[in-house]
């Protein structure tokens, strides 16, 4: 990925997205806009993921384990300290997330590929198992609810109380409230993938052996990058449970692990938007085809072998080289 | 003093000495061949030092430093780099961005993370300069995956030359090049070496280039040296022609 | 005394079916260095494809006759079939890519059958225990034990003999065995590795499914079935080493004991001490007690 001629483009298109994006409210009905939150939600969660996949060259299947403990993180929060702020809610979202990462990834990163998907898959398991059999913590299958937040520490005045004036919160404050925590993820990922740290996780990426002998402990590396992957997940983790309301054992199970994978395959790995665009289309996916069919994840396993036989650039992917090929230029 | 010694240097691959107990001291500044047929033990002697593999017994010493165990990351840091035979790169990574990387890691600068790595004109000016060192300069935009075996070549051994450390090991750096290209490629790594004063060791097959460019020469056969001297102390030692250039002998 | 006789048992049982799953999920990674992450999926299909068959078949039967149980392997053929069907298709096209592909690919795999099972037999378990209890129960001491239990050790200590001597002392165990050594090397040789390949791959989902076809009918199919045991696979190669069939066996058998006495006495943490053994070989020999890399 050259920084260079790719990103002035991609940042050309930015402007106008987030003009978009700051408007919206006003332009559609509630409803689109809390839906558009869950997927800036998991674009943040898909922001994370892949600084793994497509920047370390690590596929984890268990990051349902990261955003799972910052959504569980809130609802504790909420439950034993009896606290309703989401500052609080995002900075303890991310604390737990990164202090399971820190201790998951020291047992995953020495291992890369297979065991390292392995690992992950069974860790997140262990949480969801977890989550089931300490249900007196956990709240059990039943989950635990998590009323609307304050937030900025109740400096903005918020709703409670009837559901009309819930879906206005969420669908003004709330929405705005991840649309800026959005907008910083997008900015602080952008600074870390393109920085010196960032460039040595790509090394590692293309070449473990030639990283170690530029200089680069791999490990080390490897590690760091798995923690800033959980903060993140962590954080879109804890901005989720305030608009689900609840938070069930669910979210730790492999299912969204694999959906996390899914849509960062879909968007494509290999770009720096590529993530955001696929969480953002695959919610509006799902939301569209959970009410026409029972039968989900075959259709989300069959658009994934398709997208890795026929489409592996992914969405963002394709459309970058279209466009490359289009100008005339040969795609590098 | 050598810049580097090995006493005893023993590797076992099975029941086989791959590495046989080996004395082996280089003094700052040379350059010198290592040669010997396949399976000689040449590269696997460059792999214990470098560290890419572990020591079975013996040691090895940098600037009277027992580095016989340090790992590979404390080696580069007390000046040891290496290429390799199969061109080992960042293939999705820019020819610019492969030497960048060896500045910034140099200069402890990767620990950077909310940087833009391009901002850096002290990294970029200086990788510039040795991928003009290396004639590359014209490739700095393009994907290293892109670039012709002979670039490739020469961008591995730019990465290890970015380190500036005082002893580079080279493992056969003009290996699946044409002909015409080993001696320009030689001609630059020497160059570079000489004006940097960096020790380097030279794993070579091709003798016309190790005859021309090296003042001294190790021979090595299953596991232990043969022979070490002069080009004319090898080209006349009985047991190297025997062993070695037998099989490379032509018209 | 009896009780821990009935408790080992009950630890063979599990290591029998685990060695099966394990096996095949080691075999064809040994040869193909390929993780099916479908691989658990072969097995609950094998495990319902059996159940159906030999339902279909009591419902005309009067009773559980002994021919039934000639039906059992049904689930084994069942699975290989679709691995014979699905390596040339979905996974040749992948070995010059990054890896990340292979797992991507096998993962959407694993999403197609787990729905691919609800679409044909529902969400509903099915269970052919007639053919459990038809069996009857053998005295131990003063306990009783289920007699089909050890039908199932006996298939896998079988299986386990039988795959030993396949691939040690057969033409094609040797030709397997260069393969998965050095596949250029047997290729250049004149090994025709596609066909090597197929069948490895045959081979490891036959034995996939043939673990959930013995053990359907002391515990029945039910979805969710092959995930579980596809996690508990990788705790047994972890511990055994990817691509090692003795591996499988030990590691199998260290999963079966520890599971079997995890349930007996510390029920809440079982998984736990499972993934904790799995941790504890991983840090200190990471390939595995008999990996290679």
């Known amino acids: 990925m ?12 930015v402007v106008p997205v987030l003009l978009l994006l700051v408007i919206l409210p006003f332009v559609v009905e509630p409803y689109q806009t809390v839906l558009l939150s869950y997927g800036l939600v998991f674009a943040i969660a898909a922001l994370g993921f892949n600084l793994l996949l497509g920047y370390t060259g690590l596929l984890s299947f268990g990051h349902s384990a990261y955003f799972g403990v910052g959504a569980y993180a809130v609802a504790f929060i909420v439950k034993y300290l009896k606290i309703e702020s989401m500052v609080v809610f995002v900075f303890g979202g991310i604390a737990a997330a990164t202090a399971v990462a820190a201790v998951f990834g020291f047992l995953c ?14 860790l997140s398991q262990v949480l969801w198992s977890l989550a089931f059999k300490f249900f007196w913590v956990t709240g059990g299958t039943d989950g635990l609810r998590v009323p609307t937040p304050k937030l900025l520490g109740g400096a903005v005045r918020m709703a409670v109380g009837p559901s009309a004036d819930k879906q206005d919160f969420l669908s003004r404050r709330y929405y705005y409230y991840v649309l800026v925590l959005f907008i910083i993820c997008v900015a602080v990922m952008w600074l870390i993938v393109h920085s010196p740290f960032g460039k040595a996780l790509q090394a590692i990426r293309d070449n ?8 680069v402990q791999v490990w080390h590396y490897r590690w760091v990058a798995f923690l800033i992957s959980g903060a993140f997940t962590g954080l879109a983790g804890a901005l989720w449970v305030p608009l689900n309301g609840l938070t069930t054992p669910d979210i730790l199970h492999w299912q969204f692990s694999g959906e996390m994978v899914f849509f960062t395959v879909l968007g494509g790995f290999q770009t720096f938007f590529g993530p955001v665009v696929g969480a953002i289309v695959f919610n509006y996916l799902k939301t569209f085809a959970v009410g026409y069919t029972v039968y989900w994840q075959m259709l989300l396993g069959v658009v994934l072998v398709v997208l890795v036989l026929v489409l592996p650039a992914g969405i963002v992917g394709t459309v970058n080289r279209l466009a490359l090929r289009l100008r005339g230029t040969p795609a590098t | ?28 500044g040379e350059v010198l061949a290592l040669i010997g047929s396949n399976g000689a033990g040449k590269t696997t002697l460059v792999n214990l030092i470098s560290g890419l593999i572990p020591v079975d017994s013996g040691t090895v010493l940098f600037e009277g430093n027992d580095i016989t165990r340090a790992s590979i990351h404390r080696k580069i840091e007390l000046g040891i780099a290496r290429s390799f035979q199969l061109v080992n790169l960042f293939d999705q990574l820019t020819t610019l961005d492969n030497v960048a990387l060896a500045v910034f890691s140099r200069d402890g600068k990767t620990r950077r993370l909310l940087t833009v790595s391009d901002a850096d004109t002290a990294v970029r000016d200086e990788a510039m300069s040795v991928l003009q060192q290396f004639g590359l300069d014209a490739r700095a935009r393009m994907m290293a995956g892109g670039l012709s075996q002979g670039e490739r070549k020469l961008l591995d051994v730019a990465v290890a030359y970015a380190l500036k450390p005082k002893l580079l090991f080279l493992d056969e750096p003009t290996s699946g090049v044409s002909t015409r290209e080993k001696a320009p490629i030689m001609d630059i790594i020497t160059s570079v070496v000489r004006s940097g004063r960096i020790t380097a ?7 016309d280039v190790v005859f021309t460019y090296c003042p001294r020469i190790v021979a090595m056969h299953q596991g232990a040296i043969l022979a070490d001297g002069t080009p004319d102390q090898i080209r006349t030692n009985e047991q190297v022609t025997a062993n070695l250039l037998g099989a490379q002998a032509g018209p | 005394m009896d009780i821990l006789l009935i408790h080992i048992l009950n630890s063979l049982l599990y290591a029998s079916v685990l060695f099966l799953i394990a096996g095949g999920l080691s075999l064809i990674y040994g040869v193909m260095r390929i993780v099916n992450l479908a691989h658990g999926n072969l097995y609950a299909f094998g495990a319902y494809t059996t159940a159906w068959a030999v339902g279909r078949a009591l419902g005309n039967a009067p009773a559980a006759s002994p021919a039934l149980y000639l039906l059992l392997p049904v689930g084994a053929l069942a699975a290989a079939a679709v691995g014979a069907v699905l390596e040339p298709t979905l996974l040749r096209p992948l070995y010059r890519r990054a890896e990340e592909y292979q797992l991507l690919i096998t993962f959407g795999l694993l999403l197609i059958l787990e729905d691919v099972l609800r679409l044909i037999w529902g969400p509903y378990p099915l269970s052919v225990s007639a053919l459990y209890e038809a069996l009857g129960s053998l005295s131990i001491g003063e306990s009783i034990y289920p007699t089909y239990n050890l039908v199932v050790i006996v298939v896998g200590g079988a299986a386990a003999l039988g795959l030993w001597a396949f691939i040690y002392r057969t033409q094609f165990g040797v030709v397997l065995r260069a393969t998965s050594q050095n596949m250029r090397m047997a290729s250049a040789l004149g090994v025709n590795v596609n066909r090597v390949y197929i069948e490895a791959f045959t081979l490891g989902c036959f034995m996939a499914g043939l673990g959930g076809a013995i053990v359907v009918p002391q515990q029945g199919a039910v979805l969710g079935m092959g995930v579980d045991a596809l996690i508990l696979a990788f705790v047994v190669v972890v511990i055994g080493g990817l691509g090692s069939l003795e591996g499988a066996l030990i590691g199998a058998l260290m999963v079966g004991v520890v599971r079997e006495f995890g349930i007996t006495f510390f029920p809440e943490v079982e998984l736990a001490v499972l993934y904790l053994m799995a941790a504890v070989v991983l840090l200190i020999r990471p390939a595995g007690l008999f990996g290679r890399t």
């Open chain 1, 208 to 215: 473990e052996t030639r990283a170690e002998f530029v200089g």
């Open chain 1, 2 to 13: 050259s920084v260079g001629a790719l990103s002035r483009r991609s940042l050309a298109w």
């Open chain 2, 201 to 207: 060791v030279i794993i070579e097959h091709d003798m």
């Open chain 2, 1 to 28: 003093m050598s810049i580097l010694e090995t006493r005893q240097l023993t590797k076992y691959f099975g029941d086989t000495h791959a590495v046989d107990h080996v004395d082996f001291a280089v003094a700052q």
């Open chain 1, 109 to 122: 990163v020495r291992y890369t590929r297979i065991f390292f998907g392995i690992l992950t898959l069974a």
